[in-house]
């Protein structure tokens, strides 16, 4: 996935908790957004705007 065999040996013994892997370049430089896309996995940010109606009178208050 783009890193050593013996990087990942060693992140994978990591003791760190979930929230710190997520931060930490582990999951930066082997899972990616493209890779994801690859695939075929959805944004949850695209499916929340699929879901989610859009106020439009809000959008025409601001301007």
Not at 17 to 44: F, H, N, V
Not at 53 to 61: E, K, N, Q, T
Request: without cysteine.
């Amino acid at each position: 996935m783009g890193i050593q065999q013996g990087q990942a040996y060693a992140w994978s013994r990591s003791r760190m908790g979930g929230w710190a892997i997520a931060q930490s370049p582990i999951l930066g430089t082997t899972i990616t957004l493209d890779r994801l896309k690859k695939r075929e996995y959805e944004s949850m940010l695209d499916i929340y705007k699929q879901i989610t109606p859009v106020r439009r009178d809000l959008l025409f208050s601001i301007t």
